[in-house]
């Protein structure tokens, strides 16, 4: 059976940092891409990052690539979102999508597994 847990979600301020984990069970990530998506109240799911099996590439939303950086431990079966420099508007639910493609994107309808979401809080 194939599941996706996050964690790591909370309540920061401002200029703060967290890290996601995403970990998975009856598959490995070392031939899965892995994608980080989040929604916020009122708003459209949007892609964040997303981390290619094929090659180790990683790929953001043009606004967060200096602030985020998504990693693989494979030993751990195990995908990290760095969240750095938090702000309020990255307050949502983060949620961890696994494509069976060897590339990934940042379009939802391309992720066949999901994580129930973990809630990121950042107050100014």
Do not use: H
Not at 23 to 45: I, N
Not at 53 to 67: E, M, Q, V
Not at 79 to 92: E, F, H, I, N, R
């Amino acid at each position: 059976e194939v599941e996706v847990v996050e964690s790591g979600g909370g309540s920061v301020q401002a200029g703060e940092s967290l890290r996601l984990s995403c970990a998975a069970s009856g598959f490995t990530f070392d031939d899965r891409s892995v994608a980080w998506f989040r929604q916020a109240p009122g708003k459209e799911r949007e892609g964040v990052s997303c981390i290619s099996s094929s090659d180790g590439s990683a790929y953001y939303k043009d606004s967060l690539k200096d602030r985020f950086t998504i990693s693989t431990d494979n030993a751990k079966n195990t995908v990290y979102l760095q969240m750095d420099s938090l702000k309020p508007g990255d307050t949502a639910v983060y949620y961890c999508a696994v494509t069976l493609y060897i590339f990934c994107g940042l379009e939802a309808d391309e992720y066949n597994y999901w994580g129930q979401g973990t809630q990121v809080s950042v107050s100014s």
